[in-house]
């Protein structure tokens, strides 16, 4: 079974401070994703990596940046977190292509 | 760009009752994947079906079926005799070729099931 887990379900942070969303994955995948979840909103590509080091920009990239050293892992950073990015964050992954992507938890972020 | 219209943001049923969640779809692509996905009330996202666009036989999997029209650009998902559990929100995702070559998903904005007993 794939398992893609993220590092914490729920994140409480202040304004201004610097986040850090992790996301492992064990099934060897090339391509991570992270996406944000707002309602009426859907699902939101932020960002995306399809080998180690090499990350390409989703949709909504603004004021997010990511880190992919190993290839099971793929961390999406908030530079200086903002009230706006409160927000459900989803952490997937998938082989090459246009393959099944497989989610990780969430990790509901909410910041004062 | 490609997008993805899920027309219906909330439907509520009965248990037992049959229900459709449409999915339109619009692509530039001549080859691409559609896909469905059901996030529970626990809030992970479960994958249920991936179809390429030169397959377009319906899918049955127990009480679930798919209908892919191409001419109508539809991929639409039916529940047959629907249960409380199918209570969930339900995306439609299409593949996307980035400009740098690389595949993407879009999704649409979601379908909120809500099955009552």
């Known amino acids: 079974d794939v398992k893609v887990t993220q590092s914490s379900r729920y994140l409480v942070k202040r304004t201004g401070e610097k986040v850090f969303l992790e996301c492992v994955q064990d099934m060897d995948h090339e391509n991570m994703f992270w996406y944000r979840q707002d309602p009426g909103l859907g699902l939101r590509l932020i960002y995306f990596s399809y080998d180690v080091k090499m990350k390409e920009k989703g949709d909504i990239p603004e004021g997010y940046s990511v880190s992919r050293e190993k290839k099971e892992r793929f961390s999406l950073i908030l530079e200086s977190a903002s009230t706006n990015q409160t927000s459900m964050y989803l952490c997937a992954s998938s082989l090459p292509g246009p393959d099944t992507q497989y989610f990780g938890p969430g990790t509901r972020l909410t910041v004062l | 760009a490609q997008k993805v219209t899920q027309a219906q943001t909330e439907i509520s049923v009965v248990e037992k009752e049959d229900v459709t969640l449409d999915c339109v779809y619009e692509t530039r692509d001549t080859t691409y994947y559609l896909f469905w996905y059901k996030q529970p009330p626990s809030g992970e996202l479960v994958f249920l079906i991936r179809?390429?666009?030169?397959?377009?036989q319906n899918e049955i999997s127990g009480r679930y079926s798919w209908n892919f029209q191409k001419s109508t650009s539809s991929f639409n998902f039916t529940i047959t005799a629907s249960q409380v559990v199918d209570s969930a929100v339900y995306f439609c995702?299409?593949?996307?070729?980035?400009?740098?070559?690389?595949?993407?998903?879009?999704f649409g904005k979601g379908t909120k099931l809500t099955v009552n007993p």
């Open positions: 995702a299409l593949s996307e070729t980035t400009q740098g070559g690389s595949e993407k998903l879009v």
């Open positions: 179809r390429n666009s030169f397959d377009e």
